[in-house]
Nanobody, 128 residues
Framework: QVHLTESGGGLVPAGGSLRLSCAAS????????MGWFRQAPGKERDFVAA????????HYTDSVKGRFTISRDNAKNTVYLQMNSLKPEDTGVYYC?????????????????????WGQGTQVTVSS
């Protein structure tokens, strides 16, 4: 069982930055592929970014490429999402997720249904 706790959300003006953190406990973080998803009011939960367990392979949804950076620190059991040049359309609840015990070091996952564990979410609000 992996327990995930997000932090770092808040209210920022358009053009601002936030750094989200997701701390993992209770499982083997280093063998999990990790992802960030977001859910805007009245919409489905959408993929934002993913990182392999090795940290070498990353993938982003097109709307955040060049603005967001996902990273991980396996020694601290933490995955991060650095968000720059924020836009009002980035507003939503951001969730981190873990796909546990993946075999391939460079495996990444963009399908929310294939993640095993989820955090409770952290609110990000970008004002115009």
């Amino acid at each position: 069982q992996v327990h995930l706790t997000e932090s770092g959300g808040g209210l920022v003006p358009a053009g601002g930055s936030l750094r989200l953190s997701c701390a993992a406990s209770g499982g083997t973080f280093s063998t999990s592929a990790m992802g960030w998803f977001r859910q805007a009011p009245g919409k489905e939960r959408d993929f934002v970014a993913a990182i392999s367990r090795s940290g070498d392979n990353k993938h982003y949804t097109d709307s955040v490429k060049g603005r967001f950076t996902i990273s991980r620190d396996n020694a601290k059991n933490t995955v991060y999402l650095q968000m720059n040049s924020l836009k009002p359309e980035d507003t939503g609840v951001y969730y981190c997720a873990a796909a546990a015990n993946v075999y391939y070091a460079d495996y990444i996952e963009t399908n929310s249904r294939l993640y095993d564990y989820w955090g409770q979410g952290t609110q990000v609000t970008v004002s115009s």
